[in-house]
């Protein structure tokens, strides 16, 4: 059976090599402007394998200060999530199209709520550690500004996925705003509530770690100081500890899920 093999037009071709040539070029001028020294990279490759056998010499004495700082970064993850969780669903019903008391309130929190998702944590820790200084404070507080902004956007989405005739049905029976809110929003929402919050757990751990080493504590600030002091030991032990405890979360969250205890 004969087949007709279609080539690709000209025109194609020709955006194809000029696309590669721009690339090309574009990746010279950025090398060049910033002055990569490959020769020197090239040397301590040389000395990676020495490097790598350093890692691989775990430090066993340090393994109890990491575990109390795991669980200070945890700790620092979980305060944060529920602080967060309860002002994002106040500012989640308020601001809620659908069942908002006053459109402009409404407004101003989606205003709010789209500033602080676009200014990253590492920003929010770093303005709050020159204001309240070094420590867990400083940590709790920079995640509870990023767990609201994502929490408030993900609580206003589902509510606002509320059938409206349900809505309207509740008001017409005269139910005063916070029945509305309990009786006819909340069951509807809570197993996808329950589901962002989980989603929200693991960022949260994830960031306060990555937090601690700006000066936000828990394990963080112990692999910034063995890091600093090229204690590969202890760097490899700390590393391998968020590991596993990033992955424990993980499989813990998607057990929840398995038996239905969350959304």
Do not use: H
Request: net charge neutral; with cysteine.
């Amino acid at each position: 059976m004969n087949q007709s093999i279609r080539l690709s037009p000209i025109k194609n071709q020709m955006k194809l090599v000029v696309s590669m040539i721009f690339l090309t070029g574009l990746f010279i001028v950025s090398t060049m402007s910033l002055k990569l020294d490959f020769v020197s990279f090239f040397e301590r490759w040389a000395q990676a394998g020495e490097v790598i056998r350093n890692f691989l010499v775990l430090d066993m004495a340090a393994l109890p200060e990491i575990i109390e700082q795991l669980l200070v970064s945890v700790a620092i993850a979980i305060a944060s999530l529920l602080i967060g969780a309860i002002l994002s669903f106040i500012f989640a019903i308020l601001g809620a199209s659908n069942i908002a008391p006053f459109k402009s309130v409404s407004f101003i929190i989606k205003s709010c709520v789209s500033v602080i998702r676009a200014i990253p944590s590492l920003v929010w820790v770093l303005m709050i550690v020159a204001s309240l200084g070094f420590g867990s404070i400083a940590g709790v507080v920079a995640l509870v500004f990023s767990t609201v902004g994502y929490l408030t956007k993900s609580f206003i989405s589902s509510i606002e996925e509320v059938s409206e005739e349900m809505i309207e049905t509740m008001k017409a029976t005269g139910a005063s705003y916070l029945q509305i809110v309990f009786e006819s929003v909340l069951p509807n929402v809570l197993n996808s509530f329950t589901s962002w919050i989980a989603i929200r757990l693991e960022a949260n751990v994830a960031e306060s770690i990555s937090l601690g080493m700006l000066g936000a504590g828990g394990i963080g600030t112990v692999l910034s100081r063995a890091i600093s002091s090229y204690n590969y030991g202890k760097i490899s032990m700390t590393i391998i500890s968020i590991f596993l405890t990033m992955v424990l979360f993980e499989f813990s969250v998607n057990y929840l899920k398995k038996k239905q205890l969350i959304g």
